[in-house]
């Protein structure tokens, strides 16, 4: 049973252009979200997260926002850049103490057409 | 920053070896993570340890051990290498458990099993 779910295996963008990655969830336990980035042969890079209190997060041109409702969240990325081009992973987790890792998503390749 | 050191990038082992991957962070983190990466199935948590001599099975346990004998270093075990254990291997540490530490990732061990 995936918990997590990125619908989307591949984007691509124009670049200049706002890039639109999403997630969904379905553990209601989940409270704290993140994504990664990934390039090839290099291990995920920490990007952006975001608390269940919030329903936005921005970091310069990276802007998370989560629909609890709907369990949904969805990066933003604006301008999209060439180095953007990498694969992303929404991770999810839960801050009350659990002692389980992050369950990740499969990962969305983004492509960065210039 | 914190880094996180996987001892090879590329290793091939043959079916039924006994296989060492060994993981180092310099960051004093308690908690110490393996994942496995393969297409089209993103990151699947293996084992993770939050204290030295502590382990905890995680999603995709079998075929696996590991060993934390001092905080700093954490490694996985296949007791009986197998085809299906070929992909890439990814180490992380993060400071809590949870959602609201992110993990720091190696850069991988990408082992082939022949």
């Known amino acids: 049973d995936q918990q997590v779910k990125q619908n989307s295996p591949s984007l691509s963008v124009q670049e200049g252009r706002i890039s639109i990655l999403n997630c969904d969830y379905t553990?209601?336990?989940?409270?704290?979200f993140l994504w990664y980035k990934k390039y090839p042969a290099e291990g995920p890079t920490f990007l952006i997260s975001?608390?269940?209190?919030?329903d936005k997060n921005e970091d310069g041109r990276f802007t998370v926002f989560l629909n609890k409702s709907a369990k949904h969240l969805s990066l933003h990325i604006v301008p999209s850049q060439p180095g953007d081009s990498a694969v992303y992973f929404c991770?999810?987790?839960?801050?009350?103490?659990?002692?389980?890792?992050?369950?990740f998503g499969k990962g969305t390749h983004l492509i960065i057409q210039p | 920053d914190v880094k996180v050191t996987q001892s090879s990038r590329y290793l091939v082992k043959r079916t039924g070896e006994k296989v060492f991957l060994e993981c180092v962070q310099d960051?004093?983190?308690?908690?110490m993570f393996w994942y496995r990466q393969d297409p089209g199935l993103g990151l699947r948590l293996i084992y993770f340890?939050?204290?030295?001599?502590?382990?905890e099975k995680g999603d995709i346990p079998e075929g696996y051990s590991v060993s934390r004998e001092k905080k700093e270093r954490f490694s996985l075990i296949l007791e009986s290498a197998s085809t299906n254990q070929t992909s890439m291997y990814l180490c992380?540490?993060?400071?809590?458990?949870?959602?609201?530490?992110?993990?720091?990732f190696g850069n991988g061990t990408r082992l082939t099993v022949t």
């Open positions: 992380a540490s993060s400071l809590g458990l949870g959602g609201r530490s992110p993990l720091h």
């Open positions: 553990n209601s336990m989940f409270d704290y």
């Open positions: 975001i608390s269940s209190i919030k």
């Open positions: 991770a999810a987790g839960n801050s009350g103490g659990g002692a389980d890792g992050l369950t």
């Open positions: 960051m004093d983190h308690e908690n």
């Open positions: 340890s939050y204290d030295v001599k502590m382990k």
